[in-house]
């Protein structure tokens, strides 16, 4: 069975701050890992993913997130953070042997404070 | 939101009512998915397509029926509605394998 761990319910950090959000997973199977982003009343929209190759993958608004295979995490982290980062994150996992299913954490809160 | 509509966006039904939602897709994507959001858990699979007429129950597929009888809708169906139903449905649909999913705006059922 898959199964998705987000650790931080909700993380509070000030602006400019540096920030983690924490995602480990457990799959007997190698996995495909995701990161969305959920900004209020919309739905989910993708950040960055890992299918292949290096394991550190990057968004194109600063975001970055790390695979570590040994640890099975999947950490998402930005360095200076903006009032406009503030929003919901899920982090999904995919497993290779369910044909295209996604499993999903319980989402961190993220909360930017000026 | 890659050509995804659900309708409709908002809908308060009583207590053993049928209710439809649909999602109804532009992008010719094989894969289509009905998840259900809650707050403490995130969102979780109801059931999925992988092509017409082809489905598969999630983990919370109890209470729920879907069909697919073309590649761009795909309908959820709450027989006889209840208030554990109450939630947040998103539809998403993905192309390749195990890529990514794309997802709708969401339909907000309250069930009274």
């Known amino acids: 069975a898959q199964s998705v761990t987000q650790l931080d319910s909700q993380v509070p950090v000030f602006e400019e701050a540096p920030v983690e959000l924490r995602c480990n997973y457990s799959s007997s199977v190698s996995v495909y890992l995701f990161w969305y982003v959920q900004y209020p009343n919309q739905g989910l929209q993708l950040l960055l993913k890992?299918?292949?190759?290096?394991?550190l993958v990057e968004s194109i608004n600063g975001f970055e997130a790390e695979f570590n295979k040994s640890q099975t995490s999947f950490h998402l982290r930005k360095p200076s953070v903006h009032i406009s980062d503030t929003a919901e994150y899920f982090c999904a996992v995919s497993p290779s042997n369910t044909g295209n299913q996604f499993y999903f954490g319980t989402g961190t809160s993220l909360t930017v404070i000026p | 939101d890659a050509g995804i509509t659900q309708s409709p966006r908002h809908k308060v039904t009583e207590t053993g009512t049928p209710v439809t939602l649909r999602c109804h897709q532009t992008?010719?994507?094989?894969?289509m998915y009905w998840y259900r959001q809650d707050p403490g858990h995130g969102l979780r699979l109801i059931h999925y397509s992988y092509g017409v007429k082809d489905t598969d129950k999630g983990e919370v597929s109890d209470g729920y029926s879907v069909s697919r009888s073309k590649t761009e809708d795909f309908l959820l169906t709450l027989e006889s509605a209840t208030s554990s139903q109450t939630s947040v449905y998103f539809c998403a649909i993905g192309d390749s394998m195990n890529t990514e999913a794309f997802f709708g705006q969401g339909t907000r059922l309250t069930v009274v």
């Open positions: 890992y299918l292949s190759g290096s394991t």
């Open positions: 992008e010719n994507h094989r894969y």
